[in-house]
């Protein structure tokens, strides 16, 4: 089966969020429900797995990911649903002997085989000695994916979010983990649209990142998407008070539920921003939502 066969709804659906605190300051919010793509294959992940599963064409998948991953939820999924091994590398050899949480266990359910390696060696999971010991151990025939699947296959694959915003937003933002779909959504906009990612993790890597996998999926990097660092939280699936309470608020606005550890930062700088001036007076908004409560 080609991941065609999941009959993913495209292009997501694109929706008005009329809501007051934006519209004071005259931006219009917008939603791009990547979240509605797939029930299993939830939004970016859709867009940055589909090319990745062509070039694998039936082999062993094997990927990375921390205990809390939606990437290996969703390539475990992925291959339950187009019937494919799925081989998942996690983050924390502590947690080999522990029971699996909820979002290991439903990798496992659909049938990944975890295999948990110490956090020195996760740091260095992409040197080549490192990698060639995986696959010497978990199969030499297994098609490599990288962690959050950000290469640039995902990149091309998400240039697509890009074009079915052409003419539809004036700023198309997405909060981003590994940087990879703000690198092909940019890559995918119109002239006069920009792109915003907001970082989840702390660090400041990212702009680096995202530059090397434009490069490398188009051969030169694009001018058009800034980063905003300032709302993280402290870190990777790290929230506050305020956060969680900006999103309830949302949530209660606008009946949509707000995922926590990429959606809610999302949604809580694009109203930052507003409130800070940082669009001009008719400015669309794009927000992308990209993840499930």
Known sequence: MTPEALAPRLPSPLEEAPDERFARHGVRLLLKRDDLIHPDLVGNKWRKLVLNLRAAAGRPVLTFGGAYSNHLRATAAAGRLLGFPTIGVVR????????????LAQCAADGMRLHFVDRSAYRRKSAPDVLAGLLDLLGR?????????????????????????RGLADVVAVACGTGGTLAGLAGGLGPGQRAIGVPVLKGGFLGEAIRTLQYEAFGSATANWTLDERFHCGGYARTSPELEAFAADFEGRHGVGVERVYVAKLLFGLLTLAEQGAFPPGTRVAAVITGKP
């Open 92 to 103: 924390g050899d502590e947690l080999a002997g522990r029971t699996l949480n909820p979002s």
């Open 141 to 165: 025939d297994a098609y490599v994916v990288p962690e959050g699947g950000s290469n640039s296959l995902a990149v091309r694959g998400c240039t697509a979010l890009g074009e079915e915003l």
